[in-house]
């Protein structure tokens, strides 16, 4: 019973399935896949971002497998973590017991767990593991407890309170994805090209402004678009072709 109200009451939102994680070890030394968790006692490993970070040979880090779970046992996490690691995985495990989606909207039932608002903090001030989209897996399991603790309120439509806990746990959602070092470049373009074209307003405006200025002009050189047409191709202006390369003789940068 309580079981199948967990699956019921329970989201499980993914994203960005590591293509890797799917292929097994070639040659060379293993390169890791990552697993991002987050939820309540039905995922939680009692796991600390600040104690030992998982590695190679310890993928859950701390505490000692199969850590503090709400079975007593190993959980799925513990299994897919060390049974179903077709390649190298290391998890992060921010799960916590009794976490809703926000104490804010359902308060826990010990005011010191930590929600999901909380371990998605967690993560987002800072991760020791150079993960990538590619090699990442965020997963959410949760939503028992933020219905346990108020189906039975009577104040406001429920219809709406759970657009409410959906919208907060799917913004969370959206703030792990802006994390990923691929949106920041993203971001980092919109704004950039928003910012130059409003320059290049800015400069037509300025001589618009100044007929008085009669003996200067104004001139725009758009740097970002010159380097950006040279990075394209940079064996064709005399450079080694890496245009992340940086220092070396023949490199663009430095
Ligand atoms: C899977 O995890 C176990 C336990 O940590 C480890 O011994 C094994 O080497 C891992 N498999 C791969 C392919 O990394
Ligand atoms: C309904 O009552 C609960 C418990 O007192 C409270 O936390 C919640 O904010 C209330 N919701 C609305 C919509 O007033
Ligand atoms: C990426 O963006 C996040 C905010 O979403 C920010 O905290 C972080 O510092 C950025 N990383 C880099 C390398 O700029």
Redesign the pocket.
Known sequence: MLFSLALVASSFAVARVASAMAVSGATGPATPNYWFSFGDSYSTTGFSPSGTLPAPGNPLGNPAYPGNTGAGGSNWVDVCTTVYNASLLLTWNYAYSGATVDAALVAPYYPTTLSLKDQVGEF?AGVAAPWTPADALFSVWIGINDLGYSYYWTNGSRSTFADVLLDAEFGLVE?LM????A??QT??RIVTDEFNKKLAEKVDAFEVEHPDFVQSSVYFWDAHAVFTDILDDLPKYGFDADPTAYGGANDFWG
């Open positions: 987002l703030k802006l994390a990923s070092p949106s920041n971001l980092l």
